[in-house]
């Protein structure tokens, strides 16, 4: 097995396919998220893993882009992520995990890769019951947790589903959004892989998990208290893990 190819240098390729990119000159890299909610996930985790792997690099607040994450200008580090395939130039229709990842023989390669795109550009979300038998309870607090994932690449969506049913874990790819709806600043059709059957959001994070907070808190509060309100930060979610908020307060208008 390539020696290059390892869960740390996995996690990054993750990481890079769901919100990173090597610009046009091919002379930066950069791997970005949210100020507020991915700040400790860059700051504890993917820029140790960073520049554990590659080299030093310190997260930062990238103003013009309003978000926060890292990035590397040395050409031979960029030359060395091009060679395990991290993709250059504009990447979200053709995004997908390069086949020496994918034909790796080490599962805990897979699970690393699919964790780093989760973690970069995945979703944890809980809705309620749309169902007019359920009782009051379901149709008010958001207690269904589902795992998602949106590419404008369905090549990517294919081989996230692929991986995790090989790990167990039913999903479905679906068109979320069609070419001609603007989103953000594209005009491309888009697709996701959803995972909605409580037992295998349970298996993907007893299996791949998370190595970002806000997942880990989102996953964590609904595991100790059975809902998670909408439109919580992962500061309040923090409170409500330690008993000093009570999410109940926010259906409370």
Known sequence: MNKKINPDTAEILGAFIGDGWIEKSKCSIYITGDRIEDREYYDQFLAPLFSKVFCEVQPKEFLYWKVYGIGCHKKQIIQKCKDLGFQSGRKSLIAKIPTLFIDSNNPEVKKAVLRGIF??????????????????????????????????SENLMEQIRTLILGLGIESKLRLKSKAGRRSNRNRHDSFSVKIQKIDHVKKWFQIIGSSNPRHQTRYAVWEMFGFLPPGTNINQRKMMLKGNLDQKSFYEK
């Open 119 to 152: 973690d970069a550009d995945g979703s944890i979300w809980f809705d309620k019951s749309r169902a007019k038998t359920s009782v009051a309870w379901k149709k008010k607090f958001h207690y269904i947790p589902i795992v998602e994932i949106t590419s404008c």
